[in-house]
């Protein structure tokens, strides 16, 4: 027992990840300096003014840049990739992300029929780029490759599989351009 408390506590040290799986560091989102210095040691870029609230989870930190003023929600989940990918996650300034978003950047295989899922592995990794003062309502789910334009907007309940340009809103399942500003 004592043995698995140790293990537990050296992978909560070492983890490239953010989240309350994390209690080693988690409690650090709550204060603001805390929050900023412990973002900054474990993601790839952190900038100015930007935000990570207490409950969002960040897996891969090492892979995913963070601009200036960009405020990550509670619920969010950004998964970003561990090893292939140089940024799994771009998030560019002035961004918005609403609780409960989910952004991932790979997906489980499914090729093979006569295999059960759990054994065949992980697509490979496509980056997902927020550009700068898109903002997406809460509970978005976001798709491995897929970039979010600038000033664009993405409806609350969205799940985006395709790129969205500049100056776009787009809402539904799966997401679909409603309105160019």
Not at 63 to 74: C, D, F, H, L, T
Not at 130 to 148: D, E, F, R, S
Not at 158 to 181: C, F
Request: net charge positive; proline share 5%.
């Amino acid at each position: 027992m004592i043995k698995s408390v140790f293990a537990r506590i050296r992978f909560w040290k070492g983890a490239d990840r953010i989240g309350p799986d994390i209690p080693t560091s988690h409690w650090k989102l709550y204060f603001p300096p805390l929050m900023k210095k412990l973002c900054k040691s474990k993601l790839e870029h952190f900038g100015t003014n930007s935000e990570v609230r207490p409950g969002a989870y960040i897996v891969g930190c090492s892979q995913i840049s963070i601009g200036a003023n960009v405020i990550i929600r509670p619920g969010t989940m950004l998964h970003g990739e561990t090893s292939t990918l140089n940024r799994s996650i771009i998030i560019e300034d002035k961004v918005l992300i609403g609780s409960g978003t989910h952004i991932y950047v790979e997906n489980h295989e499914f090729r093979n029929t006569s295999t059960d899922i759990l054994e065949q592995g992980h697509s490979q990794a496509r980056c997902v780029t927020l550009k700068k003062g898109c903002w997406l309502g809460a509970n978005v789910v976001i798709l491995p490759g897929v970039t979010i334009g600038e000033n664009s907007v993405i409806g609350a309940g969205s799940i985006v599989t395709k790129s969205v340009p500049d100056r776009a809103v787009a809402a539904g399942n799966p997401a679909k351009i409603i309105k160019l500003l």
